[in-house]
């Protein structure tokens, strides 16, 4: 269907578009500049339809050729599109040596027209191209006709493929416009400036039509014209932009696999939406509409079931092309979160629809029925239990090491305890800046630990210690180290931890014996990502780690990546100085310039602190190496930005196996991490979405280097 569009859509603009330039064309000469705000801003062609040069964007400023009109620019033409706007110092210079150069700082240049040769002049052309011309103007070099971005213009053939643009904006041609649907406009002019413009023709009569148009778990409506997209129940939009898509707005941390799905979830019905573009995992026959629903809330795997006509389809995680469509008579059941139940009254739909939104209450009312006889034996039971319970308290915490360690519940440790278990403090695992850690063992249940023993602690804080214990305890994630328990006997203040058998990350990546293959990289910086993720924003206190490195990151038997030394910071003597800041111990080559100049620490700080972190996992090489063939490579950061402008990623890897797109999406995604302004790094939330490639990752700016 989209060749035969386009071919229709070619012929209809040769034949009724803007006819070519027939006059001899405006000559650009060697030597001349623009600027965005010295008054030449752009070079315009003949007629003064088309110009070329600088038009804004955003709070910066773009390259490209627009159609002049009376209601401001009409773009259709932008230079290296995906390069974050330049700022108003930037001048573009066609040089004396036949270069079109956009300078955008001292040293700094980049390429508008790659050519193999130097051109001898360059001019706007009345048909919307920009040219530039060999030893005469009779032969065209290069044009931007061949480098089409979102709009094929009269006469113009297409070279390549169009892209829409990410913002929504006047259309001129062929345009494929944003909500991805391919446009035939008509422009009329009147004293040399647009008078109207007409929609001709439309590849689709409904916008929504376009597979994936919002993003993924998102629900598409349409009055016919426009695409308005609003997120599925139970989801919130990944940002403000319209097509951007939507995450899960509650956390699963595959609790279903460990508990009933009933205590965890329930099911909402909605109705009239179809699932075109979803693929489902599974299908089942001969079921009724309970059925379907009850088969979806007790599979981990399903978070949407579609009902229709005794058949029930199944799918995982993310639903794509959902579609509002009155006439669509199937039922999907979706699962959600306890506690976060769909209102459902705010998703966008065709006029005059109808939008019901059942709970499954059947089943609510089972449950509740068959709880109650519980109820009512437990309260007999803890009435009778209590007593014992309160006796046996003060003994239990006496005699903790004489019992198996609970999932879940911090422990008190009396300091002979651990003496014993570690026999002596004999086997030191690492030291670190909070003090030494040490394996041991606890003789009931064989498990093993690490005692870290805390050194230069205030002493007089006990209580502040007490409630650290309690924060940290409370935080449960699959990618922090868990704490188990703790001793605290006047002076002598220990930590006791799981025991993670593979050691730290700096082991790992820093130890050329042994480095992980591609794979377990990527997999290893989401463990960090998701670590960091969860103290920022879904633990009950949310944390700041202030130590986010290598050394603190540490690799269970599963080589699965865990945080460990967060909030330990807090507990340090207030005067200690060397690598410890004024809120904790990150070491210089992590620490954000915030921190450096000792202004108020925020979670950017950790961002930052996991972007050096990240460009690290994926060199795998320290931050700082004085062992490198050339000056340029000491710096890892400022070496990596050198590589990504330079388009030279490979030289990162030393020749391993790995995915491209994905390197590159690393690198573009540390970079970002390690900007100088706080306000200009991404949120962790951010962070996992550009590593899992759900969203797009936007070009970095220059990091300032380290030290400058």
Same mark, same amino acid.
């Given at each position: 269907?989209?060749?035969?569009?386009?071919?229709?859509?070619?012929?209809?603009?040769?034949?009724?578009?803007?006819?070519?330039?027939?006059?001899?064309?405006?000559?650009?000469?060697?030597?001349?500049?623009?600027?965005?705000?010295?008054?030449?801003?752009?070079?315009?062609?003949?007629?003064?339809?088309?110009?070329?040069?600088?038009?804004?964007?955003?709070?910066?400023?773009?390259?490209?050729?627009?159609?002049?009109?009376?209601?401001?620019?009409?773009?259709?033409?932008?230079?290296?599109?995906?390069?974050?706007?330049?700022?108003?110092?930037?001048?573009?210079?066609?040089?004396?040596?036949?270069?079109?150069?956009?300078?955008?700082?001292?040293?700094?240049?980049?390429?508008?027209?790659?050519?193999?040769?130097?051109?001898?002049?360059?001019?706007?052309?009345?048909?919307?191209?920009?040219?530039?011309?060999?030893?005469?103007?009779?032969?065209?070099?290069?044009?931007?006709?061949?480098?089409?971005?979102?709009?094929?213009?009269?006469?113009?053939? #297409?070279?390549?493929?169009?892209?829409?643009?990410?913002?929504?904006?006047?259309?001129?041609?062929?345009?494929?416009?944003?909500?991805?649907?391919?446009?035939? %406009?008509?422009?009329?002019?009147?004293?040399?400036?647009?008078?109207? +413009?007409?929609?001709?023709?439309?590849?689709?009569?409904?916008?929504?039509?376009?597979?994936?148009?919002?993003?993924?778990?998102?629900?598409?409506?349409?009055?016919?014209?426009?695409?308005?997209?609003?997120?599925?129940?139970?989801?919130?939009?990944?940002?403000?932009?319209?097509?951007?898509?939507?995450?899960?707005?509650?956390?699963?941390?595959?609790?279903?696999?460990?508990?009933?799905?009933?205590?965890? %979830?329930?099911?909402?019905?909605?109705?009239?939406?179809?699932?075109?573009?979803?693929?489902?995992?599974?299908? #089942?026959?001969?079921?009724?509409?309970?059925?379907?629903?009850?088969?979806?809330?007790?599979?981990?795997?399903?978070?949407?079931?579609?009902?229709?006509?005794?058949?029930?389809?199944?799918?995982?995680?993310?639903?794509?092309?959902?579609?509002?469509?009155?006439?669509?008579?199937?039922?999907?059941?979706?699962?959600?979160?306890?506690?976060?139940?769909?209102?459902?009254?705010?998703?966008?739909?065709?006029?005059?629809?109808?939008?019901?939104?059942?709970?499954?209450?059947?089943?609510?009312?089972?449950? #509740?029925?068959?709880?109650?006889?519980?109820?009512?034996?437990?309260?007999?039971?803890?009435?009778?239990?209590?007593?014992?319970?309160?006796?046996?308290?003060?003994?239990?915490?006496?005699?903790?090491?004489?019992?198996?360690?609970?999932?879940?519940?911090?422990?008190?440790?009396?300091?002979?305890?651990?003496?014993?278990?570690?026999?002596?403090?004999?086997?030191?695992? @690492?030291?670190?800046?909070?003090?030494?850690?040490?394996?041991?063992?606890?003789?009931?249940?064989?498990?093993?630990?690490?005692?870290?023993?805390?050194?230069?602690?205030?002493?007089?804080?006990?209580?502040?210690?007490?409630?650290?214990?309690?924060?940290?305890?409370?935080?449960?994630?699959?990618?922090?180290?868990?704490? #188990?328990?703790?001793?605290?006997?006047?002076?002598?203040?220990?930590?006791?931890?799981? %025991?993670?058998?593979?050691?730290?990350?700096?082991?790992?990546?820093?130890?050329?014996?042994?480095?992980?293959?591609?794979?377990?990289?990527?997999?290893?910086?989401?463990?960090?990502?998701?670590?960091?993720?969860?103290?920022?924003?879904?633990?009950?206190?949310?944390?700041?780690?202030?130590?986010?490195?290598?050394?603190?990151?540490?690799?269970?038997?599963?080589?699965?990546?865990?945080?460990?030394?967060?909030?330990?910071?807090?507990?340090?003597?207030?005067?200690?100085?060397?690598?410890?800041?004024?809120?904790?111990?990150?070491?210089?080559?992590?620490?954000?310039?915030?921190?450096?100049?000792?202004?108020?620490?925020?979670?950017?700080?950790?961002?930052?602190?996991?972007?050096?972190?990240?460009?690290?996992?994926?060199?795998?090489?320290?931050?700082?190496?004085?062992?490198?063939?050339? @000056?340029?490579?000491?710096?890892?950061?400022?070496? +990596?930005?050198?590589?990504?402008?330079?388009?030279?990623?490979?030289?990162? +890897?030393? @020749?391993?196996?790995?995915?491209?797109?994905?390197?590159?999406?690393?690198?573009?995604?540390?970079?970002?991490?390690?900007?100088?302004?706080?306000?200009?790094?991404?949120?962790?939330?951010?962070?996992?979405?550009?590593?899992?490639?759900?969203?797009?990752?936007?070009?970095?700016?220059?990091?300032?280097?380290?030290?400058?």
């Amino acid at each position: 269907m989209a060749p035969i569009s386009i071919m229709f859509l070619l012929f209809f603009l040769n034949s009724m578009g803007v006819r070519a330039q027939t006059a001899k064309p405006k000559l650009i000469e060697l030597g001349s500049s623009l600027s965005p705000t010295n008054g030449s801003s752009s070079w315009v062609s003949p007629s003064g339809h088309f110009a070329f040069g600088f038009y804004p964007q955003d709070t910066g400023f773009a390259v490209g050729v627009w159609l002049v009109g009376q209601s401001g620019k009409t773009v259709v033409w932008t230079a290296n599109r995906d390069d974050p706007p330049v700022s108003s110092n930037t001048a573009l210079e066609f040089t004396r040596n036949g270069k079109l150069l956009l300078r955008t700082g001292p040293g700094e240049e980049v390429s508008i027209a790659d050519v193999a040769e130097s051109s001898a002049s360059a001019s706007m052309l009345d048909s919307g191209n920009f040219v530039l011309f060999g030893d005469n103007s009779s032969f065209i070099i290069w044009q931007s006709f061949q480098h089409p971005t979102d709009t094929l213009l009269g006469g113009q053939n #297409l070279s390549n493929i169009l892209s829409s643009s990410k913002t929504e904006s006047s259309a001129i041609g062929a345009t494929l416009d944003v909500d991805g649907v391919f446009r035939l %406009y008509s422009h009329s002019f009147g004293n040399s400036n647009i008078s109207s +413009v007409s929609i001709m023709w439309s590849a689709f009569k409904n916008p929504c039509d376009v597979k994936g148009l919002c993003g993924v778990n998102g629900l598409c409506s349409s009055n016919g014209t426009n695409a308005n997209c609003s997120c599925v129940p139970g989801f919130v939009s990944i940002n403000r932009e319209k097509y951007s898509g939507c995450y899960r707005s509650f956390n699963n941390e595959e609790g279903c696999r460990g508990q009933e799905p009933e205590s965890l %979830y329930n099911i909402t019905t909605l109705r009239n939406v179809s699932w075109e573009g979803a693929n489902p995992y599974s299908a #089942l026959t001969s079921l009724n509409e309970q059925g379907c629903s009850r088969s979806c809330l007790q599979d981990c795997n399903c978070w949407a079931a579609y009902y229709f006509n005794g058949t029930c389809r199944r799918y995982k995680l993310p639903l794509v092309h959902g579609i509002a469509n009155q006439n669509e008579s199937g039922i999907t059941f979706l699962k959600m979160s306890l506690g976060t139940a769909y209102v459902g009254d705010d998703i966008p739909a065709p006029r005059n629809q109808t939008k019901v939104i059942e709970s499954n209450k059947k089943e609510l009312i089972l449950i #509740l029925a068959s709880s109650l006889g519980s109820i009512a034996f437990l309260c007999a039971l803890v009435a009778v239990s209590s007593f014992f319970i309160y006796r046996s308290q003060v003994h239990r915490y006496r005699t903790l090491s004489e019992n198996a360690m609970e999932e879940f519940t911090l422990r008190s440790f009396s300091y002979n305890d651990l003496e014993k278990a570690t026999d002596g403090f004999r086997e030191e695992l @690492g030291r670190g800046p909070f003090g030494a850690v040490y394996k041991g063992t606890i003789a009931q249940g064989n498990q093993t630990i690490a005692v870290k023993r805390l050194e230069k602690v205030v002493e007089e804080g006990e209580r502040e210690f007490q409630a650290e214990m309690t924060i940290i305890g409370r935080t449960h994630h699959r990618n922090l180290v868990r704490l #188990l328990g703790f001793c605290m006997q006047g002076s002598k203040k220990l930590l006791v931890y799981e %025991y993670m058998s593979n050691g730290s990350l700096a082991d790992l990546l820093f130890n050329g014996e042994k480095r992980p293959i591609w794979r377990e990289r990527v997999r290893i910086a989401l463990d960090v990502a998701r670590g960091i993720f969860y103290l920022h924003e879904e633990c009950e206190v949310h944390i700041i780690h202030g130590d986010i490195k290598p050394k603190n990151i540490l690799l269970d038997d599963s080589w699965t990546a865990k945080l460990s030394d967060f909030r330990l910071a807090r507990l340090l003597r207030p005067n200690q100085t060397g690598t410890i800041s004024r809120f904790g111990g990150s070491s210089r080559g992590y620490s954000a310039p915030e921190r450096q100049k000792r202004m108020l620490i925020s979670v950017e700080a950790d961002v930052y602190s996991f972007g050096v972190v990240l460009l690290e996992i994926v060199c795998c090489r320290s931050n700082l190496d004085i062992n490198v063939s050339t @000056g340029d490579e000491i710096l890892l950061c400022s070496w +990596v930005y050198s590589c990504f402008v330079a388009r030279e990623l490979e030289k990162l +890897v030393e @020749g391993a196996e790995v995915n491209m797109k994905t390197l590159e999406r690393m690198v573009k995604v540390g970079l970002l991490c390690i900007q100088d302004d706080p306000s200009l790094r991404p949120t962790m939330k951010n962070v996992i979405l550009m590593l899992e490639g759900t969203v797009d990752v936007p070009v970095p700016p220059s990091p300032t280097p380290l030290g400058s």
